[in-house]
């Protein structure tokens, strides 16, 4: 019940194209969504996170969608570029209880945009 | 840069060594995260620290064990080393434990 579940493992782009990476979680506890980036030799980086009060959070080219009932959240970056290859993580913990912060990952999401 | 930093970059130890990983918190946050990072998988919750107490850990054996200072620094320590403790490891802070998490570039220990 603690799992997060992220697809695809990898993921090949062209420029400009958009890049969807899905999570699905089952503890209905957690209510908080981030999404991280980590390149080669770095630790992961925050890109956008969502609470379950809104279904959609866009922040530049970065976009979540976030569907309760189905209890899954998607990543899309739009016009993707070369620079966003990189692993992306979904996560999710709870906001307001004893496992507050503690973050549960998916497995990732290799993305390579080609120029 | 997120102003976490952690030593040492890169480790090797022998199976049944004792390790200590080290993590400097941003300013101003109280509040710290490891994750152990296996290769082509997501981090997983080791434990954390708030204002110097443990507040919650991971499915981890009780050979991992921390400290957090009271200038909010922290150390990982890993007693009897096995080999399927090669991973990176990594630290996150955080204002508090409901606000975000700053990653380090992590420890790549490599147990041999």
């Known amino acids: 019940q603690q799992q997060v579940k992220q697809s695809p493992q990898s993921l090949i782009v062209q420029k400009g194209g958009i890049s969807i990476i899905n999570c699905a979680y089952e503890?209905?506890?957690?209510?908080?969504f981030p999404w991280y980036q980590q390149f080669p030799g770095k630790g992961p980086a925050l890109l956008i996170a969502?609470?379950?009060?809104?279904s959609e959070k866009k922040e530049g080219r970065f976009t979540i969608s976030f569907n309760k009932s189905a209890k899954q959240f998607s990543l899309h970056i739009m016009d993707s570029q070369p620079g966003d290859s990189a692993t992306y993580f979904c996560a999710a913990s709870p906001l307001y209880s004893s496992n507050t912060g503690k973050l549960i990952f998916g497995q990732g999401t290799t993305l390579q945009v080609k120029p | 840069e997120t102003g976490v930093t952690q030593s040492p970059t890169h480790l090797i130890k022998t199976r049944g060594q004792q390790v200590t990983l080290r993590c400097s918190s941003q300013?101003?946050?109280?509040?710290v995260s490891w994750y152990q990072q296996a290769l082509g998988q997501g981090p997983q919750f080791i434990f954390q620290?708030?204002?110097?107490?443990?507040?919650g850990r991971g499915n981890f054996p009780p050979r991992f064990s921390g400290l957090q200072f009271p200038n909010y620094s922290s150390e990982l320590n890993v007693n009897a080393l096995e080999l399927d403790d090669s991973a990176l490891y990594l630290c996150?802070?955080?204002?508090?434990?409901?606000?975000?998490?700053?990653f380090g570039a992590g420890t790549r220990l490599s147990v041999l």
């Open positions: 996150a802070s955080s204002q508090g434990l409901e606000d975000i998490q700053y």
């Open positions: 620290y708030y204002r110097e107490e443990e507040n």
């Open positions: 969502i609470r379950p009060d809104v």
């Open positions: 300013s101003g946050h109280n509040t």
């Open positions: 503890n209905t506890a957690f209510d908080y």
